[in-house]
């Protein structure tokens, strides 16, 4: 079992920054792919953010490409999201987590995910 702890959350401006980070338990970090989500009031979850077990592959939506990055530091397992030109319309909750049967790119799917975090609160002001 996995225990994912978002932290990093809150308010701030239109065009600010935001880090989010997601500590991971256990020693099987670096095996897994790790993903970011999120969802807003009212809205369903979507894709964020994906990174592969060494980092090299990352995969993005859309709306975020250029905005934001994902990275990790294995030695810390913690995996990172860097948000910048924050828009209202990146208010939701953050959500990261593990996909331990990834084997080479990290996917995009939530069901390919098998441990959550409980999230963070992003909130974004105009």
């Known amino acids: 079992q996995v225990q994912l702890i978002e932290s990093g959350g809150g308010l701030v401006q239109a065009g600010g920054s935001l880090r989010l980070s997601c500590a991971a338990s256990?020693?099987?970090?670096?095996?897994?792919?790790m993903g970011w989500f999120r969802q807003g009031a009212g809205k369903e979850r979507e894709f964020v953010a994906a990174?592969?077990?060494?980092?090299?592959?990352?995969n993005y939506a859309d709306f975020v490409k250029g905005r934001f990055t994902v990275s990790r530091d294995n030695a810390k397992n913690t995996v990172y999201l860097q948000m910048s030109s924050l828009k209202p319309e990146d208010t939701a909750v953050y959500y990261c987590a593990a996909d331990r049967s990834c084997l080479r790119s990290p996917g995009a799917r939530q069901g390919l995910y098998d441990y959550w975090g409980q999230g963070t609160q992003v909130t974004v002001s105009s």
């Open positions: 990174i592969g077990r060494s980092g090299g592959i990352t």
């Open positions: 256990g020693r099987t970090f670096s095996t897994y792919c």
